[in-house]
């Protein structure tokens, strides 16, 4: 596995996390408005500082065990996102994502998650990759449908954001299902 990561795609390109995005990160991970869809509360710039230095230090690992990517739009350098693959169990890989507020909506959610799913797939060899997606965030299940994965049930009180526990629907897709 060669560091750093960076993929082209159609619309965006995922790359590794540098100091310097850490105004653009805060703008995303600070958002009421975005960290209302994830699994953590809004966070503070030294929270952003710190995050950014652990994604770091974690792309460095070997073996790699995590797949943590700043999404830019393709011609620009500033960070719109973030696309993540988490490894876990066998050949197997959680999926996260989030797009920058005023980003919202240009499709750069789906072709994040497309790139990052077929590099999952294609690169790292899973076999499996989920997404857990909280009940209400329909942009984000419109991503995953689209994508193609299935929805697979509720994982109950599966995350403690905002004050209270929340449910997430589990999706996946396996290779053998992938759309190349």
């Known amino acids: 596995m060669t560091y750093p990561i960076r993929i082209t795609s159609d619309k965006v390109i995922l790359r590794e ?5 850490v105004d653009d990160v805060l703008a995303i991970i600070g958002d009421d408005k975005v960290t209302t869809w994830l699994s953590f509360d809004s966070r503070d710039r030294a929270q952003a500082v710190a995050m950014i230095e652990g994604t770091i230090e974690r792309a460095q690992q070997e073996p790699r065990a995590e797949f943590y990517l700043g999404v830019t739009e393709r011609g620009a350098d500033s960070v719109i996102g973030f696309a ?8 197997a890989g959680k999926l996260g994502y989030a797009i920058a507020a005023k ?6 959610a789906t072709d994040a998650a497309r ?4 590099y999952a797939f294609k690169e790292l060899g899973l076999h499996r990759v989920s997404a857990a997606i909280g009940p209400d965030n329909t942009a984000s299940i419109a991503v995953v449908q ?3 994965f ?10 403690f954001t905002n004050g209270a ?3 997430s629907v589990l999706f996946s897709v ?4 992938w759309s190349w």
């Open 174 to 177: 396996l290779a053998h299902e």
């Open 84 to 91: 993540r693959i988490g490894l876990s169990g066998v050949q």
């Open 165 to 167: 526990w929340r449910e």
């Open 17 to 21: 996390f540098a100091l310097k995005d």
């Open 146 to 148: 689209q994508l193609g």
């Open 150 to 159: 299935a929805r697979e049930g509720v994982l109950r009180d599966h995350v």
């Open 103 to 108: 980003e919202w909506g240009r499709g750069y």
């Open 115 to 118: 790139t990052l799913v077929t």
